[in-house]
DNA sequence: TATTGTTATACTCTATAACTATA
DNA sequence: TATAGTTATAGAGTATAACAATA
């Protein structure tokens, strides 16, 4: 193998681990009755409140899709809209009591349904993973 | 900590780097104006003839929603059609020429875009994290 | 002028149900 | 009867462009 080459074993294998993380995602959500993207949604407010611009910047997402998205959750009861203050044309998203503890069984339910993976790996091993991972997701120099 | 509890440390770097991983991934096809599922459609055809159905459930999708994606694929002359021997009602989905080339550069351009991540790791660890990975990937018993 | 959010519009993705053709 | 694929339909997700209100 040359320089110019790449062994794509390991990221074959980062792109195969995340589509099966997500599809975990994905079932546990449809369990629910929720998309990823309102998963995602759920987990951001888990431990913040944030505006509508902040909420599709963490996303990538357009803050008209995020007017969408916010919408259909709001009708579902599981956050509200507020009026943010100090700037009257923002808004505030924040999870209802609903909301909040649906957030909370699906992070559970999400650790569970992984658990039995991870602990495949010795505990030295876990440990040795996350810290590699962790590295890989610092943001890029 | 109680033997009832889970330390979801590890489980939530794996979602973390699933959706960095998706996110990289989803830049790429938007590059060349294919969403995730089309991303993964040329992906599975890389090396792979299969039928309608065999992609269907690669993707854990209904038929029914295949024939959408293989049609907006066929009229881009990504893939074609064709019946499959042997069964008359089956259908092959096969990569075009144009499609095949595309496929090969979308994971050139992938792994180029993910290699000075896993770069940050030592070769040692690099392949210890493949490793680990894929023993997380093993089928559940 | 620039920013925050919504609306209008169009297209893709997705599932369910009903259908045709073949097995 | 069962299976492979399509069609019809409906709803969610997404982006672009234009807009109103506020900064």
Same mark, same amino acid.
């Given at each position: 193998?040359?320089?110019?080459?790449?062994?794509?074993?390991?990221?074959?294998?980062?792109?195969?681990?995340?589509?099966?993380?997500?599809?975990?995602?994905?079932?546990?959500?449809?369990?629910?009755?929720?998309?990823? @993207?309102? =998963?995602?949604?759920? /987990?951001?407010? *888990?431990?913040?409140?944030? !505006?509508?611009?902040?909420?599709? #910047?963490?996303?990538?997402?357009?803050?008209?899709?995020? @007017?969408? =998205?916010?919408?259909? /959750?709001?009708? *579902?009861?599981?956050?509200? !809209?507020?009026?943010?203050?100090? #700037?009257?044309?923002?808004?505030?998203?924040?999870?209802?009591?609903?909301?909040?503890?649906? /957030?909370?069984?699906?992070?559970?339910?999400?650790?569970?349904?992984?658990?039995?993976?991870?602990?495949?790996?010795?505990?030295?091993?876990?440990?040795?993973?996350?810290?590699?991972?962790?590295?890989?997701?610092?943001?890029?120099?």
């Amino acid at each position: 193998m040359t320089a110019e080459q790449t062994d794509d074993g390991l990221v074959d294998a980062l792109v195969q681990t995340a589509f099966a993380t997500m599809a975990v995602l994905n079932r546990v959500g449809a369990e629910h009755d929720l998309s990823l @993207t309102q =998963l995602r949604v759920l /987990a951001i407010l *888990r431990d913040r409140q944030v !505006r509508m611009t902040a909420l599709a #910047d963490f996303l990538g997402l357009e803050k008209s899709t995020m @007017t969408g =998205l916010v919408d259909r /959750a709001e009708k *579902r009861g599981l956050l509200t !809209r507020s009026p943010s203050e100090g #700037d009257r044309r923002a808004v505030d998203v924040t999870l209802s009591p609903a909301g909040a503890e649906l /957030a909370e069984r699906l992070a559970a339910q999400v650790a569970r349904v992984l658990a039995p993976r991870t602990a495949r790996l010795s505990p030295a091993d876990q440990g040795r993973l996350q810290s590699m991972l962790a590295r890989l997701l610092t943001p890029a120099t």
